[in-house]
Structures are given as structure tokens and as C-alpha cells.
């Protein structure tokens, strides 16, 4: 588990080193992410390898991590208080639009692999 | 009282407890959508705070060491994509499509709902990035004339949105491909809705989570122009 963890650390520094050091628009994590990704690739580690049962833990609890800052509700009530339906509402159709345009847009090209008998193994 | 509520240890275990009490209670409740754990340990949270008169900066002593950890955990959607990876790589210009097409939608429906509404631009570059990572959301709106806080805010709910109503109304429309709902979910709701499509299927998760790093990125590079356009 720590060593896993080490190697997930170490995949943000890089990534954020690569992000600030090349002015990429992506913020750190991700650029260690699609960093760790090309190592797997190449490397192909087996599912009991470190990193594979670090990362797979910590990916179990996801969502406490995001607690925190759902939290932070507290410290915008006001302009929540003000501006409750231009929020609400973009919230709500701009997350439909999102949804909605991403199937519409995977219509076409996913859904002729959908048929294909020796997807998904 | 304050001298303990100002540890670490306040914030973290009040996190980890609510956490999993919301999450029995989303078992026993026979995994209903309303009661999706994010959102009921939000609500248990603040709850304890308000009740206990503690303050957001105080509890951000032991918060801020759980949030830290999102940036090893966006690095681990690494895990689920390389599991995957033989199932997306034949697919990655219709996934490259579907991503673009979807970030934009969400951005562009959301400024001009906001102005339809009588919003002022401020809380355009506000909300514009809420389907984006929480991190990029935050950076995104800060960038653009928009209040952190509330972005932060606003793009965990969006995430919780999609854990909630994401799988039903994917349903409504009649998508069962596990690879198109995890490719929406993680579009529209980012890592919460990545996690909701991990729970559901692996390969759902992987598509999710390739959906959100694919999404942010997009985002970041699209919302200038997003804005600029319809400024």
C-alpha cells in the first residue's frame, strides 16, 4: 500500500512539474494521471503490483474525498440566498446538456462497436 | 471546545464518520439515488457544524488533508483506464468526439441559462467549468473573473447530480451500453459521477474516468473561447 502510494505521489509530481514547466492548461493530477497511464501501458504491471492495489483502493472511497469542499455550501450561502435560480437552473440544464449532448455526440461511432461481437472481453 | 475543534483530527474523523454513516444508510436503503453518500455526508456535516457552532475554516484543519488526497486519487483513474484500455483504444476518435461535443454543451447551456435568469458574467465564469474536475473547475473560474468558493461548490454538486439523477435518466433515454454511460457520466458529473459509474460496472468506470480527464482538458482549453463568444 505505501509503496503504491508513493508511486502515485510520485506520478503527481512529475505531472505537475510537466505542467507548470510547459504551461499546459491541465492541472497537475491529470497530467500525473495520463503520465502513470502511459507507464502501465508500457509496462504492464499484474493486478496484484502495488500501484494497482493502491490505486484500486483509494479509488473505493472516492467520495469522501470530495466532502470537503460540498462542505464549503456554508461560505456561499448568501450568494446562493440572491442568486438561487440562475444557479439552480444552470446547474441543472447545463449538467442535462452535458449528459444529453455526450450520447447524442457517441451516437454514430460507439454504437456500430456496440454490435461488434468481440467487443468487451 | 474550540482548542479541539481546531485539530486535525476534528475535521478528518467528523468526515470519515459521516461518510460512513451515509453509506449504511445508502445500504440499507437499498442504494436509492437520494440517498448517495456524498451528498448525505455533506448534509451530516454541516449539520454537526452548525450545530456544534464551527466554523468552514476550522473544519478545513482536517478537511484540507482529505482533499489533498484527490491528487493521488485523479492520478489512480489511471488503474481503471489501463484495465480497460484494450476496449477504448479502438474507440478513441468517436470518445474524442463525444467529449468535445459534451463539455461544450454543459459550458455553453450553462452561460446562457445563467443570463437567461438574470445572472451577472461573474457568475458565468463561475459556474461555466462546474462539469470539469473539481481542481480545474476551481482554477477555470478563478481565471475568468469567477468566486472560487462557490465554484468548488457548485461543481461537487453538479457531480452529485450526477451520481443522482445521472443512471436514471441515462435510463430514460434508453442508454444500456456501459461504455456510453460511463463516457456521459464522466462528461457531465466528473469524478463523482466517475466514482457512481465505477460502482456500476468496471468498464463504465473506465470510460468515466477517461471522460473526465479527456472533459477537463477540453474544458480548459474551450471555455475562453466558450465565453468570448458569447460574451
Known amino acids: ?121 | 471546545m474550540h482548542q479541539f475543534t481546531t485539530t486535525p483530527l476534528f475535521g478528518v474523523t467528523l468526515t470519515i464518520g459521516a461518510y460512513g454513516v451515509a453509506h449504511r444508510l445508502w445500504l440499507r436503503g437499498g442504494r436509492h439515488p437520494l440517498l448517495t453518500p456524498v451528498l448525505v455526508a455533506i448534509a451530516l456535516v454541516v449539520a454537526v457544524l452548525h450545530v456544534a457552532g464551527v466554523g468552514y475554516a476550522d473544519y478545513l484543519t482536517g478537511g484540507d488533508l482529505l482533499s489533498f488526497l484527490l491528487g493521488p486519487a485523479t492520478v489512480a483513474l489511471a488503474v481503471p483506464l489501463h484495465r480497460a484500455g484494450p476496449s477504448i483504444g479502438r474507440m478513441l476518435r468517436p470518445v474524442l468526439m463525444a467529449v468535445l461535443v459534451g463539455s461544450t454543451a454543459a459550458m455553453a447551456t450553462t452561460v446562457v441559462v445563467v443570463r437567461l435568469c438574470g445572472g451577472t458574467p461573474q457568475l458565468e465564469a463561475t459556474l461555466a467549468p462546474k462539469s470539469a474536475t473539481t481542481p480545474i473547475a476551481i482554477v477555470l473560474a478563478s481565471s475568468t473573473g469567477g468566486v472560487a468558493a462557490l465554484a468548488a461548490v457548485v461543481t461537487v454538486l453538479t457531480g452529485v447530480l450526477g451520481a443522482v439523477a445521472g443512471p436514471g435518466l441515462l435510463r430514460a433515454v434508453g442508454i444500456h451500453d456501459p461504455r456510453v454511460r460511463g463516457l456521459a457520466l464522466g462528461v457531465a458529473s466528473h469524478g463523482i459521477g466517475t466514482s457512481r459509474a465505477l460502482e456500476e460496472d468496471p468498464l463504465a468506470g473506465a470510460f468515466a474516468a477517461l471522460a473526465m480527464a479527456l472533459s477537463g482538458i477540453s474544458t480548459s482549453l474551450l471555455m475562453p473561447g466558450v465565453l468570448a463568444l458569447l460574451g
Open chain 1, 1 to 121: 500500500m505505501i509503496e503504491g502510494l508513493f508511486q502515485l505521489l510520485m506520478c503527481q509530481l512529475v505531472g505537475t512539474l510537466l505542467s507548470q514547466a510547459l504551461h499546459l492548461p491541465i492541472p497537475g493530477p491529470v497530467a500525473g494521471m495520463l503520465f502513470l497511464l502511459a507507464i502501465l501501458t508500457v509496462r504492464r504491471p499484474g493486478v496484484e503490483a502495488p500501484v494497482m492495489r493502491a490505486g484500486g483502493r483509494i479509488l473505493q472511497d472516492l467520495p469522501l474525498l470530495f466532502i470537503p469542499a460540498g462542505v464549503g455550501l456554508v461560505t456561499c450561502l448568501g450568494l446562493l440566498r440572491h442568486q438561487w435560480l440562475p444557479i439552480g437552473a444552470a446547474m441543472l440544464l447545463g449538467w442535462a446538456a452535458g449528459l444529453l449532448g455526450t450520447v447524442f455526440a457517441s451516437r454514430g461511432g460507439l454504437a456500430r462497436n456496440a454490435s461488434d461481437p468481440d467487443e468487451g472481453q
